[in-house]
């Protein structure tokens, strides 16, 4: 059952019927981001799991977060993160701008490439697992099933078991949310093990994946060119369009055997 606090009651109007009933939204409101007391960034999110939002936020940019707590004045929608070693200006440069060529995609990849490391892992999916993969990712997403309003992901098992769920209104912070699960429950890097993904595959999901150690990341939609270019750099396995038993493979195709 989805959680209280990620649903909200409204009264809607059907068409063309005209029958006017009750309805469930998910729930967006602001997240502050604190990092050793400053604060770094703000996102829209659905509430729940807001210190492993944190922890994977920070930790996909490259903040190498120790812990994640209320903050010491209770304020609400804010999470205050424990980064010894971070480098705040990270967050300033994350437009990845360069006198020579400005931002672009040149500039994004070699930004990542500082955190990620080329993903080396010998995993090996069989098809049938990753074809399975969307079906039981939404089949676990009791938030979505009540409102239809949330993007999901999934961090599942080389036998498609699912390990851990995560959703929220913005995509990356499901991703960051089930990151952070992963770093509190001594899992990073994520070598041995699938990202699943509700949507499309955009850039920010194929870095996260990337600085996970994640060797394959799977989706319901398409990947931009960009999120493309990436995986192959990095070495990520990228399978979009996964959907009625078919799928199609970006990059690094040999880890998933027919």
Not at 18 to 25: H, I, N, P, T
């Given at each position: 059952?989805?959680?209280?606090?990620?649903?909200?009651?409204?009264?809607?109007?059907?068409?063309?019927?005209?029958?006017?009933?009750?309805?469930?939204?998910?729930?967006e409101e602001p997240l502050e981001i604190r990092v050793n007391g400053t604060a770094v960034a703000v996102t829209m999110r659905t509430p729940g799991h807001d210190e492993e939002l944190s922890l994977g936020f920070c930790l996909t940019e490259g903040l190498r977060p120790t812990s994640a707590r209320p903050p010491e004045d209770l304020a609400a929608n804010v999470v205050e993160v424990d980064a010894p070693d971070a480098d705040l200006g990270r967050i300033q440069?994350?437009?990845?701008?360069?006198?020579?060529?400005?931002?672009?995609?040149?500039?994004?990849?070699?930004?990542?490439?500082?955190?990620?490391?080329?993903?080396?892992?010998?995993?090996?999916?069989?098809?049938?697992?990753?074809?399975?993969?969307?079906?039981?990712?939404?089949?676990?997403?009791?938030?979505?099933?009540?409102?239809?309003?949330?993007?999901?992901?999934?961090?599942?098992?080389?036998?498609?078991?699912?390990?851990?769920?995560?959703?929220?209104?913005?995509?990356?912070?499901?991703?960051?949310?089930?990151?952070?699960?992963?770093?509190?429950?001594?899992?990073?890097?994520?070598?041995?093990?699938?990202?699943?993904?509700?949507?499309?595959?955009?850039?920010?999901?194929?870095?996260?994946?990337?600085?996970?150690?994640?060797?394959?990341?799977?989706?319901?939609?398409?990947?931009?060119?960009?999120?493309?270019?990436?995986?192959?750099?990095?070495?990520?396995?990228?399978?979009?369009?996964?959907?009625?038993?078919?799928?199609?493979?970006?990059?690094?195709?040999?880890?998933?055997?027919?």
């Open positions: 059952m989805a959680t209280p606090h990620e649903t909200a009651r409204a009264t809607v109007r059907r068409l063309p019927s005209g029958v006017q009933e009750g309805d469930r939204l998910a729930v440069r994350s437009f990845y701008t360069s006198s020579s060529c400005g931002v672009c995609g040149k500039g994004a990849l070699e930004a990542v490439a500082v955190d990620a490391p080329r993903i080396e892992s010998d995993l090996s999916v069989p098809f049938g697992v990753v074809a399975a993969l969307p079906e039981a990712l939404q089949a676990a997403q009791t938030t979505f099933a009540a409102t239809g309003g949330l993007h999901g992901t999934g961090l599942f098992a080389p036998d498609g078991e699912l390990i851990c769920v995560r959703e929220d209104v913005g995509r990356h912070n499901a991703m960051d949310k089930v990151i952070g699960w992963a770093f509190g429950d001594g899992r990073l890097p994520l070598a041995r093990w699938i990202l699943c993904v509700s949507g499309r595959l955009s850039f920010e999901l194929v870095q996260k994946a990337a600085v996970a150690g994640c060797p394959v990341l799977v989706a319901v939609g398409a990947p931009s060119s960009l999120a493309v270019e990436l995986a192959a750099d990095r070495g990520v396995t990228l399978c979009g369009f996964v959907r009625d038993g078919a799928a199609t493979v970006y990059t690094a195709p040999e880890r998933i055997v027919a």
